[in-house]
Structures are given as C-alpha cells and as structure tokens.
T-cell receptor, first 111, second 114 residues
Framework: QQKVQQSPESLSVPEGGMASLNCTSS?????YFWWYRQHSGEGPKALMSIFSDGDKKEGRFTAHLNKASLHVSLHIRDSQPSDSALYFC???????????FGLGTRVSVFP | EAAVTQSPRNKVAVTGGKVTLSCNQTNNHNNMYWYRQDTGHGLRLIHYSYGAGSTEKGDIPDGYKASRPSQENFSLILELATPSQTSVYFC?????????????FGPGTRLLVL
C-alpha cells in the first residue's frame, strides 16, 4: 500500500477557479510536507513546503497541514493554464534521504 | 536556480546490455538522488548519495548500481538491463544548507529496454 495517498487522481478546473488537492501520509516520522509540480516533459519542481499546523500561503497557492491526521491539502486560487500539471505530495523527515512521493494529482485548467 | 543536467535524454538498450545514465549538478549540493517514474507507481527512489564516494540504497535498488565519483557527478548503472527497467529516470540534487533539503530535478532520461 502506498505510504502517501493523494486525491483526487485528476481534477479539471475552469480558468480563474479554485483547485483543491489532498494528501495523507501513513508515516509519522516527518517534519515537513512538500508539494512538487511537474509539467509535461519536465522534471518535478519544488512548489512549497509546510511544517506547522495551519495554513501557509505563497502567492496563489495555500497549503494546509493537520499533523494529528497527517493530512495536507493544497489550494490553487485563480487557476491559470500554466497550473495544468501533475502535483505530487511528499512527506519528509529531518534527514538527507530521498523523498517518498504520492502518485500525484493531475490538474487540468480549461478556458 | 539550481541546475541539474542528465545524459542521455533518450536511450534504447537491449536486454542484457549495460546502461549508464549520467547526472551532473553545478550547485555544490551534497545530496544527489536517482528516481524512476512509472505510471501507477509515481516517483520511486533508487539510490542516493551524501557526497563524493558515497552511495546508499533507496526503496527499489535491485538491478541498479550507483556511482558518485565527485561532488558534481552521480551515475546510475544497469549492469544487465531488463524490459522491466523501461522507465523515465530523474536525477535530483538536494540543498541541505537550510535544513529543508529542497530537491532540484533534472529533465529526465527516457529509457527503453527491448
């Protein structure tokens, strides 16, 4: 079973709309959650990290973390066509080992 | 922004052949990683390194070796390639200076093993 569960698998959002992505980890040995974004044909790029309960906002992106339930969400406000991509969640502990990624949520922004 | 390059970008290999995937980073990051990406499995960690001369096994190391001859270079070696190793391979380097270990990925190598 995947250690990191992401939902939904895919999401279609109108341009200017709100996209909401969810992620739950089964690993309690973490300090941060990372969100990575991957455009087609490219490598993933770090989007943002969150390590405190509550919200963290970076531009049009807001992450919300609930450590007790090991659940993190990502909300994309005013979605743009350039936001169409595969979004990965990855919990991370305080070590230099690699990340464990979820399977991703594919976001498609339509005009 | 951190720069990670991979070569080759595309590779066709024969079953039983040897394949070497190369990765170079110019940001003096200590940590480097090899992942593979497959539909239905997401990104999975194969090997990683804390610095020149070190290699560590990740989650799916079987059938792969890694080599870190210098700070800048990290190679993934398939001694006897199999069709199940057909995948897209990503190299990444990690910035551990801040403690957040942001990982910077290369553009990927698409490997087809026939």
């Amino acid at each position: 079973q995947q250690k990191v569960q992401q939902s939904p698998e895919s999401l279609s959002v109108p341009e200017g709309g709100m996209a909401s992505l969810n992620c739950t980890s089964s690993d309690r040995n973490f300090q941060y959650f990372w969100w990575y974004r991957q455009h087609s044909g490219e490598g993933p790029k770090a989007l943002m990290s969150i390590f405190s309960d509550g919200d963290k906002k970076e531009g049009r992106f807001t992450a919300h973390l609930n450590k007790a339930s090991l659940h993190v969400s990502l909300h994309i406000r005013d979605s743009q066509p350039s936001d169409s991509a595969l979004y990965f969640c990855a919990p991370w502990g305080n070590y230099a080992q690699g990340l464990t990624f979820g399977l991703g949520t594919r976001v498609s922004v339509f005009p | 922004e951190a720069a990670v390059t991979q070569s080759p970008r595309n590779k066709v290999a024969v079953t039983g052949g040897k394949v070497t995937l190369s990765c170079n980073q110019t940001n003096n990051h200590n940590n480097m990683y090899w992942y593979r990406q497959d539909t239905g499995h997401g990104l999975r960690l194969i090997h990683y390194s804390y610095g020149a001369g070190s290699t560590e096994k990740g989650d799916i190391p079987d059938g792969y070796k890694a080599s870190r001859p210098s700070q800048e270079n990290f190679s993934l070696i398939l001694e006897l390639a199999t069709p199940s190793q057909t995948s897209v391979y990503f190299c990444a380097s990690g910035d551990d200076g801040t403690g957040f270990n942001t990982q910077y990925f290369g553009p990927g190598t698409r490997l087809l093993v026939l």
